[in-house]
Structures are given as C-alpha cells and as structure tokens.
C-alpha cells in the first residue's frame, strides 16, 4: 500500500507570492491534516480535513487555507507569504478522525520564503 | 488550554542503554489519547506507541514503553537496549480534547552514540 504523498518535496518562494502544496493520503484513509513544522515550535497543527468538511482547525491567520477533494486528496494554501512561513509542512492521514487512530504522515514539503 | 511539554530538548545515550524521555501534559478531560511519534533523520515521522488514558497498564511494543502517571499527567517513553537506529527526534502527543484537534509536544532529540 502507498504511503502518504506530498508534492512538491521543496518550494522557493518570495514574499507576497502564494503558495499551494499537495497531500495524498494513504488509500481508504478519509482524514487529512496538516502541520507546519519549525525548529523553534516543533509541529503547529493548521487544520484537518475528514469528508471534504473541516472539522478542526488550528490558530493561523487566514492566509492558510485548505480543502479537501471527494478522493480525499487534500491542498493547502498560504496567500502572501512571509518570511516566518519557511518550515517543514506535514501532512498525516488516517482512517478516521480523532481518538486513537494512528497518523501516518509523509515526506513533507519544505516551504523557504525569501 | 491542552498542552503537551517536553523538558528535554537534547539528549545522548550509548548504545544498548536504557533512556528515558519525559513529557508532562495537562488536560481537564477523563479520557484522551496519548501518543509518542519518532521522526529520524531526514525520514518520515512514525508511531512509536500509544495509550488509552482510561487504560491503567502501561503500553509496551517491544523495546518501547511508558510509563502512564494519569494523576501526574505524565507519560514518559522508555527505550530499552537503545540502537543506533533509535537516534530521532521524539514528539510526545496527546488527543486531549472533544474537538480531537491533536497536540504535540516541541520534541526530544535524542542521539544513540556507538
């Protein structure tokens, strides 16, 4: 079985640009969430996705978005972007959303902005 | 607010000794979800182990286990017979809350020396 994929591996970006990264998760596995990743705060939940519907999100402004496609595939966005916005941006899926359903999480998509 | 705290940003051990990494939590709910992930080098993050707060035995997976202090809110990860390849970074996480919005702590860096 395939594991979880992120697309691109590694973005360059100047501020003010807008940025779009893709998760595909593991198949069958209908929740997708997404985590930016910085040395000084470890991992920062942004948002999860189960159904196409949001179903939680974290406290980022909204410049980050997301959306979630019938085949569960799942986008994120970040609209002007800021020097502060370089990190590691993880995605994790899983079966189901919530309790003790493990995550299974990719590659990630490193983001730098100059 | 949930959080999760890792004490220990560093740590360094030989190999085949035992090491223990720390993580406290706090949460007002009864029952939640607790969870250690292991990110090595350049690899994708996985799950070490998880426990069930309403479950008093400690979980075990093989070289691994916590130690589940519920009353402390403390859920520490041991590894026995440390290998070179347990060197990772190390994330305590926890679902703590109705939302299911999953929390991790800034990790544990933790080098097996040879």
């Known amino acids: 079985k395939a594991g979880v994929t992120q697309t691109p591996r590694y973005l360059i970006k100047t501020r003010g640009q807008q940025v779009t990264l893709s998760c595909s998760p593991i198949s069958g596995h209908r929740s997708v969430s997404w985590y930016q990743q910085t040395p000084g705060q470890g991992l920062q939940f942004l948002f999860e996705?189960?159904?196409?519907?949001?179903?939680n999100k974290g406290n980022f402004p909204g410049r980050f978005s997301g959306r979630q496609f019938s085949n569960s595939r799942s986008e994120m966005n970040v609209s002007t972007l800021e020097l502060g916005d370089s990190a590691l941006y993880l995605c994790?899926?899983?079966?189901?959303?919530?309790?003790?359903?493990?995550?299974?999480f990719g590659p990630g998509t490193r983001l730098t902005v100059l | 607010a949930q959080t999760v705290t890792q004490s220990q940003p560093e740590m360094s051990v030989q190999e085949a000794e035992t090491v223990t990494l720390s993580c406290t939590y706090d949460t007002s709910e009864n029952n939640y979800y607790l969870f250690w992930y292991k990110q090595p080098p350049s690899r994708q993050m996985i799950l070490v182990i998880r426990q069930e707060a309403y479950k008093q035995q400690n979980a075990t997976e093989n070289r691994f286990s916590v130690n589940f202090q519920k009353a402390a809110k403390s859920f520490s990860l041991k590894i026995s017979d440390s290998q070179l390849g347990d060197t990772a970074m190390y994330f305590c996480?926890?679902?703590?809350?109705?939302?299911?919005?999953?929390?991790f702590g800034k990790g544990t860096r933790l080098h097996i020396l040879p």
């Open positions: 996705y189960f159904s196409e519907t949001q179903r």
């Open positions: 994790a899926s899983s079966l189901a959303a919530g309790g003790p359903n493990e995550q299974f």
């Open positions: 996480a926890g679902d703590m809350n109705r939302d299911d919005k999953i929390i």
